[in-house]
Structures are given as C-alpha cells and as structure tokens.
Antibody
C-alpha cells in the first residue's frame, strides 16, 4: 500500500526550529520527487518546497526561502523539512506529498498531514 | 510567480446537478493544470492532471478541460460525496501555485 506518514508536529515558539519527517512505503521512494505543502487554519493550500528524486535540486516558496530546508534520506525512505526561524504565519497543517512526473508533475499521493503551531 | 484564480469561491448545488469551476492562470501554463478535491479535515486528492486526464479511480462524472490560461472542472450528476472544496494547481513552473479554492456546498 502506497503511503506517506508524517511525524508529529507540535507547538513551538516564534524564532525556534522544528524538523518534520515523512516516511514513505509501498513505492520506490528514490524514483520520485517529493513536496511539502501546507495549509493554514481555514485557508487554502500553499506549496512550500520540492526536492528532486536524487536530492540534487531543491526549490522553495519565497515565504520560506532561507528559513526552511528540504532533504531526503533514500536509505530510510524518509523526507524531511527543517524549519528554522519560525514565524506565527508558519502555523499550518504540513503535508508531504509525492510528485508524479509522468502525470504532469501532479501530486498523486499525500500524507495525512501534521499540525505545526507557532505561538508564544 | 504564476497566479491562479478560481471562480466561484463558493457554489451551492443539489444532488444530481452539473457544476463547473473555472481556473485562470496569470500566464500560459500550457496544459500543466491539476485539480484536487479536499474533504474537511482530510488531505487533498488528485482528480484531474494535465488539464483533462482523469486520475485512476476517479469517477467519470469528473472532467477537465482547457489549455494556456483558462481551465475548467466539470462535475456531472453531483453525488453527496462530491460536496467538498476544490483546488486547481499549476505544475508548469515553481512555485507550484494553487488557486484559492472553491467550496461546493449542498443547496
């Protein structure tokens, strides 16, 4: 069964850091680019970052550039999002998601999401 | 960045109705347009990729069309499980922007 499972998020103070992880199963993780997408409470979807299948290319939304870092460990089938200098506006449900390059780079598999709350 | 504008933002319809949601890109994205459905408290699910291709397992009452800057998602014969929020997304260039969403509610 193809599955993505994010680690627990949590509550963190502004300016602090948090690392999210996402475990993949049921497919060859190293064959796929992976994304992080977030959704603030009551708001729409916001694309955050993407990493290429081999980890060589990483791209970010302007809102997180320089603060967030996406990475992957193919030996552990795990995707990461290192979030530094967190701001209140980073409060959201964070989804890891799989890129399907043969289907127009659509996102065909999503994790269940993990809530990150940035609050003092 | 490419801006994606959906309309309407909300829509009321009845079971059995046919509805259309539109999505406009601020510049040409060729056919790199995807549609997602999100139920409350759940992760999104892809319905349509590359503007008009139906993702596996998605009912045929969902269809998509368009190219360049103007796209549409049509749902024929609405079923109770179709009442949800729908998002378009361009995957032509990063950042892979989403539309603001269209909430489809039961009339």
């Amino acid at each position: 069964q193809v599955q993505l499972v994010e680690s627990a998020g949590g509550v963190v103070q502004p300016g602090r850091s948090l690392r999210l992880s996402c475990g993949a199963s049921g497919f060859i993780f190293s064959d796929f680019a992976m994304h992080w997408v977030r959704q603030a409470p009551g708001k729409g979807l916001e694309w955050v970052a993407v990493i290429s299948y081999d980890g060589t290319n990483k791209l970010y939304a302007d809102s997180v550039k320089g603060r967030f870092s996406i990475s992957r460990d193919d030996s552990k089938n795990t995707l990461f999002l290192q979030m530094n200098s967190l701001k209140i506006e980073d409060t959201a449900v964070y989804y890891c998601a799989r890129d399907e390059k043969y289907k127009g780079n659509s996102i065909d598999i999503w994790g269940q999401g993990t809530m990150v709350t940035v609050s003092s | 960045d490419i801006q994606m504008t959906q309309s309407p933002s909300s829509l009321s319809a009845s079971v059995g109705d046919t509805v259309t949601i539109t999505c406009r890109a601020s510049q040409s994205i060729s056919g790199y347009l995807n549609w997602y459905q999100q139920q409350p408290g759940k992760a999104p699910k892809v319905l349509i990729y590359t503007a008009s291709s139906l993702h596996s397992g998605v009912p045929s009452r969902f269809s998509g069309g368009g190219s360049g800057t103007d796209f549409a998602l049509t749902i024929n014969s609405l079923q109770p499980e179709d009442f949800a929020t729908y998002y378009c997304q361009q995957s032509y260039s990063t950042p892979y922007t989403f539309g603001q969403g269209t909430k489809l509610e039961i009339k």
